[in-house]
């Protein structure tokens, strides 16, 4: 049960204004099910006195809370981690490293360093998707007015996706949206993508791109034209997960303004996280991050760089 509540960064930061009140908070989300090791998960560990430190009474290992999580062995205090994981699940386009460095009074490296490893323990759902689901693809890369007119000119034949990254994405009719960095959108890959997400007998909505061709036998298809205009066909239209790529391509031009392949799922899991989070109160959001944070493994700089 969460006990805490706010309603804005303000109310935010007065609940939160110790680092020790911090820590405790952690330590209730982490230790939910029963206090464990994070080498052994042994169930029975000693604490140190002032709490900061604890000792596994198997592997007779010492670990403190933040072991074996996304701050790893961070030693940035945990307050300023829990407002950085509010402000970018509350940011609607995300929040760039070098506006986050400024909220934390930290250097615009350690920002970045720290974004990704809260989007690296945001999980989008497994589940297959049922019922009405839209499924679109949509491209990243540079705008093409940007360009050198050679290369422009080499980007805009065929579909004008030349040198751009690929994202397949699924919406329900009810809101909740998926979305996979893919290699290509061949019929393989679009097919493998749909069989994966959705289940078997679910209605499905795309466009007429000849890739979610052959898919009669296991859903029901609506089809919109949108080569000749056409847009809705009674109530086939894929509307819902266009305007997630709109919302999507706004924080990619107009907040982090680049995105290497390298890192585009982890971007691509933000906006998807947060988008099916958004109509959620904020202590429920922020609870939830905070328990997929000590649920996912310590990302390195070094890998993160590699």
């Known amino acids: ?29 982490r230790f939910a099910a029963g206090e464990y090791c994070p080498y052994c998960e042994h169930a029975e560990i000693y604490k140190f006195s002032g709490g900061k ?7 007779k290992s010492d670990f403190s809370i933040k072991t074996g999580t996304i701050f790893g062995d961070s030693k940035l205090p945990l307050r300023k981690w829990f407002m950085a994981i509010y402000l970018l699940s509350s940011s609607a386009k995300g929040m760039s490293s070098i506006q986050l460095s400024k909220h934390l009074g930290v250097t615009q490296k350690t920002a970045w360093f720290m974004a990704h490893r809260i989007r690296k323990a945001h999980k989008q759902e497994t589940r297959k998707l049922r019922g009405k689901v839209e499924a679109d693809e949509t491209y990243i890369g540079g705008k093409a007015k940007n360009m050198h007119s050679r290369r422009r000119r080499e980007i805009m034949k065929g579909r004008g996706t030349y040198g751009k990254v690929p994202i397949f994405g699924l919406r ?4 909740k949206v998926r979305a996979q960095v893919i290699e290509s959108t061949g ?28 898919l009669g036998r296991i859903y029901k298809r ?20 266009e305007s997630f790529w709109a919302l999507f391509k706004r924080g990619y031009h107009g907040t982090y303004h680049s995105m290497s392949k390298k890192h585009l799922q982890r971007y691509v899991d933000e906006f998807v996280v947060r988008f099916n989070n958004r109509l959620n109160p904020p202590q429920r959001i922020f609870h939830g991050a905070v328990q997929s944070a000590a649920d996912t493994g310590q990302l390195t700089y070094e890998s993160l760089t590699a």
Do not use: P
Request: glycine residues 10%; hydrophobic residues 35%; positive net charge.
């Open 172 to 175: 329900t009719r009810t809101g």
């Open 222 to 241: 609506g089809v919109v034209q949108h080569g000749v205009g056409e847009y809705v066909r009674g109530k086939a239209h894929i509307n819902g997960i």
């Open 187 to 214: 019929m393989d890959t679009l097919h493998y993508q749909l069989k994966s997400n959705m289940a078997r007998g679910a209605t499905l909505y795309t466009d007429e791109w000849m890739g979610y061709n052959r």
């Open 53 to 59: 430190r604890y000792r596994c009474a198997g592997c």
């Open 1 to 29: 049960m969460i006990k805490f509540k706010f309603k804005s960064l303000v109310e935010f930061m007065d609940y939160f204004h110790t680092e020790e009140i911090c820590r405790k908070e952690f330590a209730k989300i």
